[in-house]
């Protein structure tokens, strides 16, 4: 596609349920990186891939974070036992190399939780 | 944790006045870079100032950038209700390729 898309633009889960975001980033992009905010907030790093090396996973807040990028491409962030504290708008960006000279974002996902 | 700090966190300014949007940061960095966010959504990339550049214009954008202060600003001349947005600095390592470390940002309302 021409950009960064996501999916779900909205979620809307109980505290307690699992819940997958998905990315799918700007064709032949190598970078991929997750951030999350939470209202009126900046943006927190979540996690970091960039090619076939191991993911920059230092962002993640707890274990019930998981991400993973298949084939190099699509990406996909999992959060078990949603939290309330977990409610924000997630999103995703990617770049043409692993030199971070501009990110291109995707519209996000807006995550509540109940 | 985040690396830049915006200042102001508010700024509420008539239509045709410049808009001025100053950033800290805590250490050394590859190169600073300005995204502009509309109603809390995705971003976008506006400029890139490199550590060993001073100063980078774009159309009505001008950016400065001081490494002895740790310090960047970002100036919108001749503002217009369309620039109301949230600004954000955002700082690369000095490696280059480390993820980008986003400020709270400045939300700029532009009156008309």
């Known amino acids: 596609g021409a950009g960064v898309s996501q999916s779900p633009s909205n979620k809307v889960t109980e505290k307690g349920k699992d819940v997958e975001l998905r990315c799918d980033p700007i064709?032949?992009?190598?970078?991929l990186y997750w951030y999350r905010q939470s209202l009126g907030q900046g943006l927190e790093f979540l996690i970091y891939?960039?090619?076939?090396?191991?993911?920059?996973k230092s962002g993640l807040p707890s274990d019930r974070f998981s991400a993973e990028r298949t084939g190099g491409s699509v990406s996909t962030l999992t959060i078990q036992r949603t939290q309330q504290e977990d409610s924000a708008v997630y999103l995703c960006a990617s770049s043409p190399t692993g030199v971070v000279e501009k990110l291109f974002f995707g519209s996000g996902t807006q995550l509540s939780v109940l | 944790s985040q690396q830049g700090e915006e200042d102001p966190q508010a700024l509420s300014i008539q239509e045709g006045e410049n808009a001025t949007m100053n950033c800290s940061y805590k250490?050394?960095?590859?190169?600073l870079q300005w995204y502009r966010q509309n109603s809390g959504r995705g971003l976008v990339h506006l400029i890139l100032?490199?550590?060993?550049?001073r100063e980078k214009h774009s159309g009505r954008l001008r950016v400065t950038l001081d490494t002895s202060k740790k310090s960047s600003s970002l100036l919108i001349t001749a503002s217009r209700a369309a620039d109301t947005a949230s600004y954000f600095c955002a700082t690369v390592g000095n490696s280059g390729n480390t993820p980008l470390v986003f400020g709270k940002g400045t939300r700029l309302s532009v009156i008309a």
């Open positions: 891939f960039q090619g076939n090396s191991a993911p920059d």
């Open positions: 100032i490199r550590s060993n550049e």
């Open positions: 064709s032949g992009h190598t970078a």
């Open positions: 250490t050394s960095i590859n190169n």
